[in-house]
T-cell receptor, first 109, second 113 residues
């Protein structure tokens, strides 16, 4: 089976840096994804890691350690619009992406 | 706009009823995935179709069924509805059989009274 854990809620202030962690256990591993979802809206793709290391894309970076079953999403220079849920998802040996329950990030001024 | 279209956007019905949710994938995408999202469970994978054939089943109840038609649109049928079926139902599509990036529709919000 698959198990994905991430914190339920986090808070941060504008301009700060926040790290959202995700740990996973899967039967087989073929990639880890991060999605952003604003309340009542569709999830949108942020990043994809399949090899160990850091992938940087603007203010967002994602890190993967396959041996530890661990990933994090790093958000820099936080803005109010970054208030959203951040979903960690894993592709195992099957054809579906399995999602964690998400981390709700609240950014305050 | 992801290019994935879902209808209806909102649906209110009563317990015991049956509803059909429709999804049109992005042009060229052969895979369609259905997910259910409720407040306490997050995004739960229901079922995956690729080019008209079922490829994987997740936590889909026996009261639910789906199909993908030759024009690649998909329908999710929910029957004998219960209060607990109230949720946001998302359809997502991708090009291949094994998902890279998934493109999500805006969702269909189902309320069962």
């Amino acid at each position: 089976g698959q198990n994905i854990d991430q914190p339920t809620e986090m808070t941060a202030t504008e301009g700060a840096i926040v790290q959202i962690n995700c740990t996973y256990q899967t039967s087989g591993f073929n990639g880890l994804f991060w999605y952003q979802q604003h309340a009542g809206e569709a999830p949108t793709f942020l990043s994809y890691n399949v090899l160990d290391g850091l992938e940087e894309k603007g203010r967002f970076s994602s890190f993967l350690s396959r041996s530890k079953g661990y990933s994090y999403l790093l958000l820099k220079e936080l803005q109010m619009k970054d208030s959203a849920s951040y979903l960690c998802a894993v592709r195992g040996t099957g054809t579906a992406l399995i999602f964690g329950k998400g981390t709700t990030l609240s950014v305050s001024s | 706009d992801s290019g994935v279209t879902q209808t209806p956007k909102h649906l209110i019905t009563a317990t015991g009823q049956r509803v059909t949710l429709r999804c049109s994938p992005r042009s060229g995408d052969l895979s369609v995935y259905w997910y259910q999202q409720s407040l306490d469970q997050g995004l739960q994978f229901l079922i995956h179709y690729y080019n008209g054939e079922e490829r994987a089943k997740g936590n889909i109840l026996e009261r639910f069924s789906a199909q993908q038609f030759p024009d690649l649109h998909s329908e999710l049928n929910l029957s004998s509805l219960e209060l607990g079926d109230s949720a946001l139902y998302f359809c997502a599509s991708s090009v291949g059989e094994r998902p890279g990036e998934l493109f999500f529709g805006e969702g269909s919000r189902l309320t069962v009274l």
